[in-house]
């Protein structure tokens, strides 16, 4: 069963549709003990960094999310809730996120080295570039998936990067260590490749449940 965390600031909405096209089972819920004897957790988030990381924190769906991460079960951040996994945050004043990921988010600056302008936030389709194998890119192959966002990561952890895209600069779009990923671009309105990548996350709650 993948549980969704809902602490106010995601799309829960899109999220489980996303799952009911798959046939995956799963709740939303803000109890941190139903979350915790989850399968697989998604943490969604759309909104402002310093808004959910403090709903995160006031709830103690913080502290639960570093405890499920601990316990190596599978968790998935998209979007917003992909950035909320780093250090800290420039959107707002410098916060302090998760702390899961090493690295930064930071503003796209919306001009190049050259002075040319370019549209923030970043939205639309782009393609993905893929750097490491991992589970998650199980039988994928390169294509576009759909964006959405005015802040980006920024790491000097290369490791953590699974797959990029370019917009002016770098922009890591899946991430991972151990049992953690993160996805910027929105796996759920990504047509094909975003329900493969969802489907390779969920099986791999259901390899380590044994079900």
Known sequence: MIGI???????????????ERLNVPYFISENKDELLAADALLL???????????????????????????????LLGICLGMQLLFEESE???????????????????????????????????????YLHESPILKEITEDYVYFVHSYYVTTED???????????????????????YGMQFHPEKSSRLGMELLRNFTELA??????
């Open 158 to 180: 290369r490791d953590v990067v699974i797959a990029e895209a370019e917009y002016d600069v770098r922009v890591p779009a899946v991430v991972g260590r151990g049992n953690v």
């Open 91 to 129: 959107e707002n004043g410098v916060t302090k996120g998760l702390g899961i990921l090493p690295g930064r988010v930071v503003r796209f600056a919306g001009h190049t080295k050259e002075g040319q302008a370019y549209k923030v936030p970043h939205m639309g389709w782009n393609k993905l570039h």
């Open 5 to 19: 965390i809902d602490y106010g600031m995601g799309n829960l909405f899109s999220v489980s549709k996303a799952l």
């Open 44 to 74: 969604p988030g759309v909104g402002a960094f310093r808004d959910a990381i403090e709903r995160l924190n006031e709830t103690g769906l913080a502290d639960m999310v570093r405890s499920y991460i601990a316990s190596g079960k599978p």
């Open 206 to 211: 259901v390899k380590r449940s044994g079900v």
